[in-house]
Nanobody, 119 residues
């Protein structure tokens, strides 16, 4: 299994920056991809960014050019650097990992961290 714990959320002003961290543990060698999702009040959870085990990245159009996803395989950490934050970025952000063992793909989620962008 893979366990995930997020940190780094908080209150930030419009235009500010914040870095989210996600500590991963467990069967790290089975991870196919990791990512960040977010869920605003009254809305469905949506994909923010993903990074594959090979380093390929994908970003939602709404965050492209403002957010950067990265992964440190030595320390088993996933990061989301957020810049030029907007009020619509306010949400609970969740770390996600897709992992395979042996042929079945599983998904793990962290508990979430709140990001609030104030104007």
């Amino acid at each position: 299994q893979v366990q995930l714990v997020e940190s780094g959320g908080g209150l930030v002003q419009v235009g500010g920056s914040l870095r989210l961290s996600c500590a991963a543990s467990g069967s790290m060698d089975s991870i196919i991809a990791m990512g960040w999702y977010r869920q605003a009040p009254g809305k469905q959870r949506e994909l923010v960014a993903t990074i594959t085990s090979g380093g390929g990245t994908y970003y939602a159009n709404s965050v492209k050019g403002r957010f950067i996803i990265s992964r440190d395989n030595v320390s088993n950490m996933l990061y989301l650097q957020m810049s030029s934050l907007k009020p619509e970025d306010t949400a609970v952000y969740y770390c996600n990992a897709n992992w395979k063992r042996p042929i079945t793909v599983y998904t793990s989620w962290g508990q979430g961290t709140q990001v609030t962008v104030s104007s």
